[in-house]
T-cell receptor
Framework: GAGVSQSPSNKVTEKGKDVELRCDPI?????LYWYRQSLGQGLEFLIYFQGNSAPDKSGLPSDRFSAERTGGSVSTLTIQRTQQEDSAVYLC???????????FGPGTRLLVL | AQRVTQPEKLLSVFKGAPVELKCNYS??????LFWYVQYSRQRLQLLLRHISRESIKGFTADLNKGETSFHLKKPFAQEEDSAMYYC????????????FGQGTILTVHP
């Protein structure tokens, strides 16, 4: 079946612009996670959704970052006023239920010039 | 706070040799430990989780709470094992938030 998909696969933007990254989880998966993979920082947790609510936003690095999930499915991660340090690969993962195996998407590679 | 350390950024072995990828963690509670693997141009995928006590693709990992380690081992490495390996920890929360190590790039030479 279809796995987790993310779009766009690559995004180049100018400093100060806003970007939206999309994640389509596996159908029926209730838990959704965003992680960031950057040089020097490795893989970092950003936010967790259970259904449409986000019980843990503790990994969002600043208030420029926000995320939402609608219909218990698609999630969007928005970065406002992008900075060069936001350049990274943003990974989305979903699991059937919380605590079950997380399935990762291919990631969105973001480059802020 | 929890922390996962993978001391080797790079590890090279020859085909057929044993391989061990080290992982140490710091967390005072009862964590759940995982190994994830990312092959070239593929997405990150689960290799092992300690509660399953399985052997996947010939790899095993034992949780040693005394040494706070979860090293990944394989007795005879294969070229197709070449990949990036991440050790990860879930600190026993009711959901699966993962803390990852920095990763180890394993290269298996023919």
């Amino acid at each position: 079946g279809a796995g987790v998909s993310q779009s766009p696969s690559n995004k180049v933007t100018e400093k100060g612009k806003d970007v939206e990254l999309r994640c389509d989880p596996i159908s029926g998966h209730t838990a959704l996670y965003w992680y960031r993979q950057s040089l020097g920082q490795g893989l970092e947790f950003l936010i967790y959704f259970q259904g449409n609510s986000a019980p843990d936003k503790s990994g969002l690095p600043s208030d420029r970052f926000s995320a939402e999930r609608t219909g218990g499915s698609v999630s969007t991660l928005t970065i406002q006023r992008t900075q060069q340090e936001d350049s990274a690969v943003y990974l989305c993962a979903s699991s059937l239920r919380r605590q079950e195996t997380q399935y990762f998407g291919p990631g969105t590679r973001l480059l802020v010039l | 706070a929890q922390r996962v350390t993978q001391p080797e950024k790079l590890l090279s072995v020859f085909k057929g040799a044993p391989v061990e990828l080290k992982c140490n963690y710091s967390y005072s509670g009862s964590p759940e430990l995982f190994w994830y693997v990312q092959y070239s141009r593929q997405r990150l995928q689960l290799l092992l989780r300690h509660i399953s006590r399985e052997s996947i693709k010939g790899f095993t990992a034992d949780l040693n709470k005394g040494e706070t380690s979860f090293h990944l081992k394989k007795p005879f490495a294969q070229e197709e094992d070449s990949a990036m390996y991440y050790c990860a920890l879930n600190r026993g929360t009711s959901y699966g938030k993962l803390t990852f190590g920095q990763g180890t790039i394993l290269t298996v030479h023919p």
